[in-house]
């Protein structure tokens, strides 16, 4: 039996390991979960539930636009059907039950919205029903060109505090990495009472349909070519503020586990990787950290984590700035060998045979 010990504490939950589902239809089914339990997974996030999805059931009303106004009802139309939805509000509470009482793992509900108002009054409903957490996920794209940035973090501000005052349960921030000023952002979440952070959420981006013109959701799964940015915002707040850290995004391999830890999260959230292996995956993840810790002596996961964060750095924006300015100079001697070194092939081709 290995003596490493995996465990690690998230949003003051203890978990055997750090990898755990992140809010996706994984958690649709409870066969589903029972198998996420069963593989090692150690907690699983709910598939989010919309603002959209709560004000439309409690008003008839999306955003606040009627969509029997016909001035509205053309926009209106682009949001899913309520039927398109895998629960209704309603049933996901008794979701969120029933799964409470499938596993014995941690269960974080999650709500996906973007205004301070009435639904979020969902959140005490989902405490009620269980949830040992509440990952809040804040994704919009403003495009109003009169919102400035102290305005959108204050709403922002006003959503975390709406639901961390009324709350028991701990509450994690999912956030997007389009922030002025993101780490003054994590601390001004920090006092409105945020619990952890998840880092971060995915940009979607809709296509365009050029042979009927028009817009087209797209969604990929994700690849570790999206971890870098992750691990570098984790290394920036790992020591900057005592909440919970949480990478999202970009984990596909055991060793992009290792590189997330080592970078500062106290958890690894796992979507596509798992999509894409079944749930078994979690299995070699967990493998494969015990044995990279057991190859390096390292008994305990809370030795190891935020080994390479800037909180062992004296200057972290120096630290930072180093990094641009010897990744470009190495580019830069890295192309003028490239060049010269075509150059001269170019020139020994012309000569004859």
């Given at each position: 039996?290995?003596?490493?010990?995996?465990?690690?504490?998230?949003?003051?939950?203890?978990?055997?390991?750090?990898?755990?589902?992140?809010?996706?239809?994984?958690?649709?089914?409870?066969?589903?979960?029972?198998?996420?339990?069963?593989?090692?997974?150690?907690?699983?996030?709910?598939?989010?539930?919309?603002?959209?999805?709560?004000?439309?059931?409690?008003?008839?009303?999306?955003?606040?636009?009627?969509?029997?106004?016909?001035?509205?009802?053309?926009?209106?139309?682009?949001?899913?059907?309520?039927?398109?939805?895998?629960?209704?509000?309603?049933?996901?509470?008794?979701?969120?039950?029933?799964?409470?009482?499938?596993?014995?793992?941690?269960?974080?509900?999650?709500?996906?919205?973007?205004?301070?108002?009435?639904?979020?009054?969902?959140?005490?409903?989902?405490?009620?029903?269980?949830?040992?957490?509440?990952?809040l996920n804040v994704y919009e794209v403003n495009t109003d060109p009169s919102?400035?940035?102290?305005?959108?973090?204050?709403?922002?501000?006003?959503?975390?505090?709406?639901?961390?005052?009324?709350?028991?349960?701990?509450?994690?921030?999912?956030?997007?990495?389009?922030?002025?000023?993101?780490?003054?952002?994590?601390?001004?979440?920090?006092?409105?009472?945020?619990?952890?952070?998840?880092?971060?959420?995915?940009?979607?981006?809709?296509?365009?349909?050029?042979?009927?013109?028009?817009?087209?959701?797209?969604?990929?799964?994700?690849?570790?070519?999206?971890?870098?940015?992750?691990?570098?915002?984790?290394?920036?707040?790992?020591?900057?503020?005592?909440?919970?850290l949480a990478a999202t995004g970009g984990v596909a391999t055991p060793s992009?586990?290792?590189?997330?830890?080592?970078?500062?999260?106290?958890?690894?959230?796992?979507?596509?990787?798992?999509?894409?292996?079944?749930?078994?995956?979690?299995?070699?993840?967990?493998?494969?950290?015990?044995?990279?810790?057991?190859?390096?002596?390292?008994?305990?996961?809370?030795?190891?984590?935020?080994?390479?964060?800037?909180?062992?750095?004296?200057?972290?924006?120096?630290?930072?700035?180093?990094?641009?300015?010897?990744?470009?100079?190495?580019?830069?001697?890295?192309?003028?060998?490239?060049?010269?070194?075509?150059?001269?092939?170019?020139?020994?081709?012309?000569?004859?045979?």
């Open positions: 039996m290995s003596s490493v010990d995996l465990a690690t504490t998230y949003l003051g939950l203890r978990l055997a390991n750090p990898f755990i589902t992140g809010a996706s239809p994984l958690s649709d089914h409870l066969d589903t979960v029972r198998r996420l339990e069963d593989a090692g997974c150690a907690a699983i996030v709910l598939h989010s539930l919309f603002e959209e999805q709560i004000t439309q059931a409690e008003t008839g009303r999306i955003r606040r636009l009627d969509p029997l106004d016909p001035e509205f009802a053309g926009v209106v139309s682009y949001f899913p059907d309520p039927d398109a939805y895998a629960l209704r509000p309603h049933e996901y509470l008794e979701h969120l039950r029933r799964v409470k009482e499938a596993v014995r793992i941690p269960v974080i509900g999650s709500l996906n919205g973007t205004t301070a108002e009435a639904w979020l009054k969902f959140a005490g409903l989902i405490e009620q029903a269980g949830a040992d957490a509440l990952e919102d400035t940035a102290i305005t959108i973090e204050e709403q922002l501000r006003q959503i975390v505090r709406a639901v961390t005052s009324e709350l028991r349960i701990p509450v994690a921030v999912k956030l997007s990495p389009y922030f002025t000023a993101f780490a003054n952002l994590v601390r001004q979440l920090d006092v409105a009472g945020a619990s952890g952070l998840v880092l971060f959420n995915r940009f979607l981006q809709p296509d365009i349909d050029v042979q009927h013109m028009a817009v087209w959701p797209r969604l990929e799964l994700s690849t570790n070519a999206e971890l870098l940015l992750r691990l570098r915002w984790l290394a920036i707040l790992r020591g900057q503020t005592r909440r919970s992009d586990g290792i590189k997330a830890i080592l970078a500062g999260a106290d958890a690894v959230q796992m979507v596509s990787a798992i999509l894409r292996h079944g749930p078994s995956y979690f299995r070699p993840m967990r493998e494969g950290l015990t044995r990279w810790m057991e190859s390096l002596g390292i008994a305990r996961l809370d030795d190891v984590r935020g080994r390479l964060s800037l909180a062992r750095t004296a200057e972290p924006a120096a630290f930072e700035r180093a990094q641009y300015v010897r990744t470009l100079s190495k580019w830069s001697s890295w192309f003028g060998y490239e060049a010269q070194r075509g150059m001269h092939e170019e020139d020994e081709s012309k000569l004859p045979s």
